[in-house]
């Protein structure tokens, strides 16, 4: 739980095990699906 309302959240290391949070979740909450950016990487361009 976070901030002023209730929020949960999960770290998950494969996408497609997140999707499936995700995809159950949305059905019942209001959901968001995010995922990190690395900064630190070099970026091709």
Not at 4 to 18: L, W
Request: net charge positive; hydrophobic share 25%.
């Amino acid at each position: 739980m976070t901030g002023s309302g209730s929020c949960v959240y999960g770290i998950f290391q494969e996408k497609k095990t997140a999707k499936l949070a995700y995809d159950t979740l949305k059905e019942k909450y209001q959901a968001y699906l995010c995922h990190s950016y690395n900064s630190s990487k070099e970026l091709k361009v």
